[in-house]
């Protein structure tokens, strides 16, 4: 009898539920796999399905390059998982990433994760694709134009020596401020309100320093949990959107009760409300909000990048801005040394310029957070960020 039940005891306590678990992840191995497209003939890659609803995603959350290899080294460069909510088939190697790079739209199709479209929205032009993806494209394209850069010229020149005006009086202090890659984030942002948004001067200085505060705390939980819960990273990410959000808002109704005026400035939001008013089918203000908002987050951290990598090698090589000065003394006109449209147009002008920052991206590849601010500080002293604030004032 006393055999008998403990052997009850240890079936009950410990071999069922080691049975239950085992056949909880059989099946849902089996109700994972019944999910493919049954209208393809090719077999799954090997794999494992990891936990039910799970997935293996603590398995990689906590092993993460170790979890990597294992399933490299087990089966290969292809193989399925279930992370993060989502059946998955990771693909490394070269031959093969190639495959899939050059067949988006046709063997895959390329979306950004769930954080990120609930963020950035979901009728922003890297969201979309076909004939809806065209139409964005073309909006977009002015921005990028001779047109638009000569549009866009005069704010930026205001924003640009506004700053160097603030630089040239901090060094009578002794306290530089260009000469790092938080200041010259800070700038781009600056570039960005007044270009991009269309932002006056005053706005600019009045939002400045609250629009930054929101769009680093959105930057920072852009990759989060897709977890829309109170102090979660998705939350914090999505009310700082929303702050911008209003403050574009304001901005899109201000353009708007202008709009009879003859003269206006020509910066990326004017030109997508105008978009929206010729279009057959106007753009919503939540779409318009969000491609603005994708405007800022894609010109303004790659751009800070590279300014700051323009700074340190300008400040390492004074012969290299004797050249770039001169070529902009030549090629300028008189008028507030605007450059001409014509030149602009043309695609020769300043080439010295355009294939001096084309390399910077070769020589300084690295991180801007992580290792450019210390190369600056380390190599470009107090007398060459002197003369470069010289150069820039006097082009």
Same mark, same amino acid.
């Given at each position: 009898m006393v055999v008998n039940a403990l052997l009850t005891t240890f079936l009950c306590t410990v071999a069922l539920p080691i049975l239950l678990f085992l056949l909880a992840v059989k099946l849902w191995e089996i109700y994972t796999?019944?999910?493919?497209?049954?209208t393809?003939?090719?077999?799954?890659?090997?794999g494992s399905m990891g936990l039910p609803f799970i997935g293996e995603t603590l398995q990689l959350l906590l092993q993460r390059k170790t979890f990597l290899r294992m399933k490299r080294e087990k089966y290969g460069y292809i193989y399925r998982t279930h992370l993060f909510g989502n059946r998955t088939v990771r693909v490394t190697g070269a031959d093969n990433v190639k495959q899939i790079l050059l067949g988006e739209h046709r063997l895959v199709s390329a979306q950004w994760p769930a954080s990120v479209r609930a963020i950035l929205g979901t009728e922003t032009l890297s969201n979309v694709h076909g004939a809806q993806h065209k139409t964005k494209k073309k909006v977009s394209y002015f921005d990028l134009s001779a047109e638009g850069a000569l549009a866009t010229g005069r704010g930026l020149r205001?924003?640009?020596?506004?700053?160097?005006?603030?630089?040239?009086?901090s060094t009578k202090t002794g306290k530089l401020e260009l000469g790092h890659f938080g200041s010259v984030q800070r700038l781009m942002f600056r570039i960005a309100m007044r270009v991009l948004l269309g932002f006056e001067p005053e706005q600019v200085q009045t939002d400045e320093h609250e629009l930054v505060e929101a769009f680093e705390e959105m930057i920072k939980n852009l990759f989060s949990l897709p977890i829309d819960v109170p102090f979660s990273g998705l939350y914090r990410?999505?009310?700082?959107?929303?702050?911008?959000?209003? +403050?574009?808002? @304001?901005? $899109?109704?201000?353009?708007?009760?202008?709009?009879?005026?003859?003269?206006k400035p020509r910066d990326a939001l004017q030109q997508l409300i105008d978009s929206?008013? +010729?279009?057959? @089918?106007? $753009?919503s203000m939540q779409a318009i909000k969000q491609s603005a908002t994708e405007l800022l987050f894609g010109g303004h951290e790659t751009t800070a990048s590279t300014a700051t990598s323009l700074v340190m090698f300008l400040g390492l090589n004074p012969k290299v801005v004797d050249k770039l000065r001169q070529e902009l003394q030549d090629e300028t006109c008189s008028h507030a040394g605007m450059l001409l449209y014509q030149k602009l147009q043309s695609g020769c002008l300043l080439a010295f310029q355009w294939s001096f920052i084309s390399s910077l991206h070769t020589l300084g590849w690295w991180s801007p957070d992580a290792v450019a601010t210390n190369h600056l500080s380390k190599h470009v002293s107090k007398d060459h960020a002197l003369n470069l604030v010289s150069f820039l004032s006097n082009s």
């Open positions: 796999l019944r999910c493919r497209d049954p393809c003939p090719f077999p799954l890659p090997p205001q924003v640009c020596v506004q700053t160097l005006n603030k630089c040239i009086l990410g999505l009310k700082a959107r929303n702050f911008i959000h209003s +403050k574009i808002e @304001e901005n $899109i109704k201000k353009k708007v009760q202008e709009s009879d005026q003859e003269w929206s008013n +010729k279009n057959k @089918e106007p $753009i």
